[in-house]
């Protein structure tokens, strides 16, 4: 009976918690989830996959290039997620979203498997911020996407 | 008359035009001003002025470094600030905001004016995304910036 008290105490405890931020963290889940399927459609399906969550005004800030604006300039940059040697992969550290639902981002590391000139495996490893805005036809896209470099290792 | 007639319908026009994005241009305007505000306390009051922008729980991916969580985190490396030698502006390119008007963003281009080690000036050139969000006081701050490089002059 007591066990029973203490566990009920513990949900009452966690549900009081859990606050005004609840919304919020339903909706940074979605975002995460949605940034799942994104990783996995590049996976699959190359360059093609990964522009499909782009917005078509969305815009690129590439390290060490210029910035890219729209859907169909970002998209000439990609071509080497075709290249079966290639592989991006990402992980969110962290996302929030805007009390209307219509705005978020999620941020955090990514790792870029290649090869080199002489066919050896090479990875490199970075960050990004991808910021998501929900479409009229109900769907999220990404408006922006910047990614950056990891320290070098020494 | 023709010609009165002619600009009216011009602005029966651009109002229709602006639509339903007007509370969403009005909103990507408090945060332009906010960016030129925040610039501006940075330039006068160094990494204090700066920092003072940042909301508690902010979040910074620094180029070529890892990622760094919490304002108390990101203060310990904006020292460089109070260098009179140092200078760091930024112009925002787009901005937008959510429906709620609790989060938006800005991206654009920054300059670093800084001295070499003889003395002579030099100026990095990037870019910048910076997430803010409305806290519970009413004040904006910045929950996420991040930064990469321009492209390498030749």
Known sequence: MRT???ALAIVGFSVFAAGDSSASDKGADTLRRLEAEFMQSAIEHGSTGYMSY???DAVEL????VILQGKEAIGKTMGFLDNKDNRLTWTPVGAD??????LGYTYGTYEFHSKDKDGK??????KYTSIWKKQKDGTWKVVL???NADPELK
């Open 4 to 6: 029973t008290f203490f």
């Open 54 to 56: 782009y917005a078509d």
């Open 121 to 126: 495996s090479v990875v490199s490893r970075g």
């Open 145 to 147: 996407d910047m990614g």
């Open 97 to 102: 979203i805007s009390a209307s639902g219509d």
């Open 62 to 65: 590439p390290n060490g290039a």
